[in-house]
Nanobody, 126 residues
C-alpha cells in the first residue's frame, strides 16, 4: 500500500482545510487508515482513524479528544481515498499531518500502522 497525503496549507484560526490521503492497492478497504500529526519538537500524535470497511460497507471512526467535534474523517473506497475535514482550526493544530494504514483495531497506536504517507503541512495562524 502506498499513501499520499495532500491538502495542507496556511489558514487563519477558525478556518477550515480538507486533507486527503490517496492510496494504491486493491485491498485498501481492508485497512484501517489513520491520521497522525507531528508539531515541531513534539511526538507524533493520533488525530483520527477509520476502520476497515465491514459488513454493508460500514466503518468505525474515532477521534482524539483535542479534535472531537471539529474534525470529520471519511473514506471513499471507490476512489481509494480517506478525507479529513478540519473545521474551527486553532493555532495548536499546526503540524505535519500524516496518513497511515494498517490492519489493526488499536487505532491510536502509531506502531500498529505499517504504511505511511509523506505528510502534509498545516499551519494555522492566530
Amino acid at each position: 500500500v502506498q499513501l499520499q497525503a495532500s491538502g495542507g496549507g496556511l489558514v487563519q484560526a477558525g478556518g477550515s482545510l480538507r486533507l486527503s490521503c490517496a492510496a494504491s492497492g486493491s485491498t485498501f478497504s481492508s485497512y484501517t487508515v489513520g491520521w497522525f500529526r507531528q508539531a515541531p519538537a513534539k511526538e507524533r500524535e493520533f488525530v483520527s482513524a477509520v476502520s476497515e470497511s465491514g459488513r454493508f460497507g460500514l466503518s468505525s471512526v474515532t477521534y482524539a479528544d483535542s479534535v472531537k467535534g471539529r474534525f470529520t474523517i471519511s473514506r471513499d473506497n471507490a476512489k481509494n481515498t480517506i478525507n479529513l475535514q478540519m473545521n474551527s482550526l486553532k493555532p495548536e493544530d499546526t503540524a505535519v499531518y500524516f496518513c497511515a494504514a494498517g490492519r489493526t483495531r488499536r487505532f491510536g497506536i502509531k506502531e500498529e500502522y505499517d504504511y505511511w504517507g509523506q505528510g502534509t503541512l498545516v499551519t494555522v495562524s492566530s
